[in-house]
Every structure is written in C-alpha cells, then in structure tokens.
C-alpha cells in the first residue's frame, strides 16, 4: 500500500540542484546538520546505536551495510535541501500544479440505478494548483494519510470525474478503496 507522502517526497529529488553527498561520512554529517546536531534522533530515524552514528562522523566507519546504506539515502532525500524543496513546492502550489499517476481502485456515492462498485484504475492526472496547495499543507502538518486520500480524492472526483462542473453533476463521492502505486510529479 503507498503512502501519499511517500510520493510527495519521491518527486522532490528531481529539483535538487545538488547531487546528494556521496560517502557515508558526508551523508551523516548532512543528515545532523538537518537534525540540528541532534545524533540520537538520526540513530533513531536510521534505526542504528546513536554510537555508531557518531563512529561514521569521525571516519571510523566507511562503509555502510547494503540496509543502512538504503536508510541513509532515504532519509538524505528527506531533507536535502530545504530551500530548493520549498520553492519548488510553493512553485507548484502557486502555478503549476502537481501530475499524479496513479493505480487504485476508486469506489464512488451516486444515484441509484448506477453503479458504485469499486474498480481498479490507472489514471495520470494533472490537479491544479489549489489541489496541490491543499495536500503540500496537509502534509505539512502532518496529517494522516487517510486525509491526505480524502484531498487527492475531491480533486480527482473534481477534474477527473466532473471535468471541472461539465459531466456527472450528479456524482457525489469519489474516494480511494485503495492505492497500489502512486506517483507525483511537481
């Protein structure tokens, strides 16, 4: 099952301007630094001893076994460069939207004598920039992400559905069932 804010985060890397740090001692001392200095709470969003956090920020360790190097550039993507991240956010918040490329099943609320069954689909659509402004900021309070469903859900049912007020007047709820793969574009 994809989290919505795992997408968001994925389509953040192909605004860097930056490549990310290459060695392991580079990558940590990054991911401190975005932490304010604080090593436990790398250690525990890495799932490693704060020790061995602190072993890769003198060198006496280099190189990283295959899970935690995974974790260290996961977690780098998160908050490697900000400032780029929140311009481009505030880009497409602002003017340019967000492209979601999706494989659900949508289930719908309509009246009777249609059919409201759930069905699997794989959809790419283009949601303007107030949907994108919507679900920015709902992550960034932390939502959940069955909020963030509900978001990404009125907007479909807005665009896709309704093609903005011009067909299926009539359709009252559109909701995600379940999302087998998600990807956004910003």
Known sequence: MEKITDAIDRAAPEHFTQALPKSAQAQMRALVKAAKGDKKAVADRLGIDPNTVRR?????????????????????????????????????????????????YFGYTAPVGTTDEARLRHLTV?????????LFAAQD?????????????????????????????????????GIKAIDISY
Do not use: C
């Open 141 to 177: 309070k932390g939502e959940s992400d069955q909020k963030m469903r509900e978001i990404m859900a009125k907007g479909f049912q807005e665009v896709y559905f309704q093609n903005s007020g011009s067909r299926a007047a009539n359709l009252l709820v559109v909701e995600f069932t």
């Open 56 to 104: 890769y920020l003198k060198g006496q360790r280099k190189h990283p076994r295959a899970a935690l190097r995974e974790a260290l550039l996961r977690e780098l993507k998160k908050v490697w460069q900000p400032g780029i991240r929140r311009q481009a956010r505030k880009k497409a918040a602002a003017t340019g939207g967000i492209t979601v490329e999706v494989w659900a």
């Open 126 to 134: 283009h949601l303007p920039p107030q949907w994108a402004e919507r």
